[in-house]
């Protein structure tokens, strides 16, 4: 197929074009309703934003341009079957675990998985068998699941009916996941993998492996993380007859949008094409470009870039930072903003650089960059970082002490940190670094989890979750209701 072509998008391009008076939804009408401060920024935009009129086709059902788009998609990726997603990865997500599990189904999941895989396990109702992360001592951060845990797990819940897998994590680096992939589809287990931050991969070297190229079964990219689509733009990929497609297709008709945004996924075909466009002469100057940043990074002496750990990948568009100054990831990403320099997240360690896919004609203001840089560090000084070791609280595989069923029927009450050993946990406490679930909801509560959970607060760590941790206690199950 001729991946230059972008057929939504032209659509889209005819339909501006067009002498029209709009006597349909949205109710901007083609741009000229709105208020009037706004215009300057959305004009160009709303004269695109339009619905599923003659000539721009229907995601749900599509026949025309979107069909052109998707199967371009699809011929690009090599899959199955590809789809456009306009809801986040979250839909992608909740799709795919919706779409492959039965209720009460045993699934093998990735502990340090983004809360929408969370959130799909409960919809499917399903048993989720939770597999610890490895842990990277330098960056302080979890990344992917070891081959023997699996392997282990397996055997221990032979029953398992899919795997659940995050590659490459938030910060680039991808563990080699092919032998469980094998080891899966040895058992006819299907493997799903939010590869949110890995739409580029497909590329090849020096971007560490697709998954879809190494045989995951249905994957999720969030096109617009590293791509040029817009936000919630999203790709999904049914890669193996182990996936029923009919089910795909059934559960994004349910959770997707039905009045999808056409800009959102005009912006889609454009990354495809894009990014079929990308050629080695583009990922040469890139990688170029990429080391002269690097390079100039490291002459800062206030600043230490992460390598990464030996024997695992890391992606070349992710690039992170730490303090030599005794400064946390959140100091430091605070004085780079006062200097204009936005990056994607800080943890208590880390800063992390979501870096551009750039083509060789294409610049970028790293120089400015590290000006600015070289200002908003030069002389600060912060204290020590103290870590916490809660590695140990995470034991390597386990499962949840009630089921979802069961949580929709208990009572939840509050009770003191120290009162919630051996009860089952009423919500997910989440620490930021490293981000994984110290306690999922439904989980049983060790004296291991609560003595880390008090050295994390005492260490002013960040949660996600723990509503009343503000007040020294924990969301238990009491009973169940009558």
């Known amino acids: 197929m001729n991946q230059s072509q972008t057929p ?11 002498e029209k008076v709009s006597y349909h939804v949205p109710g901007h009408k083609n741009g000229q309703i709105f208020l009037e401060k706004g215009k300057p920024f959305y004009q160009s935009l709303l ?20 069909l052109e788009a998707q199967e371009l998609l699809t011929d690009f990726y090599q899959s199955k079957k590809s789809y456009f997603l306009v809801n986040g990865s979250t839909v992608g997500n909740l799709t795919m675990i919706l779409a492959t599990c039965q209720e009460g189904d045993t699934v093998l999941v990735q502990r340090n998985c983004h809360q929408s895989i969370l959130h ?3 919809l499917a109702n399903v048993k989720p ?40 994590n938030y910060y680039g680096l991808a563990e080699e996941i092919s032998p469980i992939i094998a080891l899966a589809h040895e058992k006819n287990i299907p493997v799903l993998v939010d590869e949110a931050h890995g739409a ?20 999720v990219h969030s096109a617009h993380k590293t791509l040029p689509a817009m936000t919630m733009g999203s ?83 992710k690039l992170t930072i730490q303090s030599k100054c005794g400064l946390s990831g959140y100091e430091l990403q605070k004085l780079l903003e006062t200097k204009g320099v936005y990056t994607e997240l800080a943890d208590s360690q880390n800063v992390l650089f979501v870096l551009p896919l750039l083509k060789k004609e294409e610049d970028y203001p790293f120089k400015q960059t590290i000006n600015q840089m070289k200002e908003a560090v030069k002389g600060q000084i912060g204290e020590a970082i103290n870590d916490c070791n809660w590695r140990n609280a995470l034991e390597e595989i386990t499962s949840l002490s009630m089921s979802y069923s069961d949580m929709k029927q208990a009572i939840k009450q509050q009770v003191p940190l120290h009162k919630a050993i051996g009860k089952i946990s009423g919500e997910m406490v989440i620490p930021y670094p490293p981000g994984i679930p110290l306690i999922m909801s439904g989980e049983l509560i060790t004296e291991e989890k609560i003595n880390t959970l008090k050295n994390l607060i005492t260490l002013h760590s960040h949660f996600h979750g723990g509503t009343a941790l503000k007040d020294g206690k924990l969301v238990v199950y009491e009973a169940m209701k009558d």
Request: hydrophobic share 45%; no cysteine.
């Open 47 to 66: 004269s695109i934003d339009a619905t599923e009129l003659t000539g721009l086709d229907d995601l749900h059902a599509p026949e025309g341009s979107i």
């Open 235 to 317: 790709y999904l990929h049914v890669n193996s007859p182990l996936i029923d497609i009919k089910q795909v297709e059934l559960y994004l008709h349910i959770l997707q949008s039905s009045s999808p945004s056409y800009p959102i996924m005009g912006s889609l075909d454009l990354a495809r094409a894009y990014l079929a466009s990308y050629s080695q002469q583009d990922v040469d100057s890139l990688i170029r470009k990429i080391a002269q940043f690097t390079a100039q990074l490291a002459s800062i002496p206030e600043i230490e870039i992460l390598e990464p750990p030996v024997g695992r990948e890391l992606d070349p568009l």
């Open 120 to 122: 799909g396990l409960m």
């Open 8 to 18: 939504l998008f032209d659509a889209l391009v005819h339909f501006q074009q067009k």
């Open 200 to 219: 580029h991969f497909i590329i090849g070297t020096p971007f560490p492996k697709s998954s879809l190229a190494i045989g995951a079964d249905i994957v």
């Open 129 to 168: 068998v939770f597999i610890a992360p490895q842990y990277h001592e330098n960056w302080g951060i979890a990344s992917g699941v070891n081959f023997k845990i699996v392997k282990e797990a397996l055997i221990a819940y032979p029953d398992t009916k899919a795997i659940i897998l995050t590659y490459p």
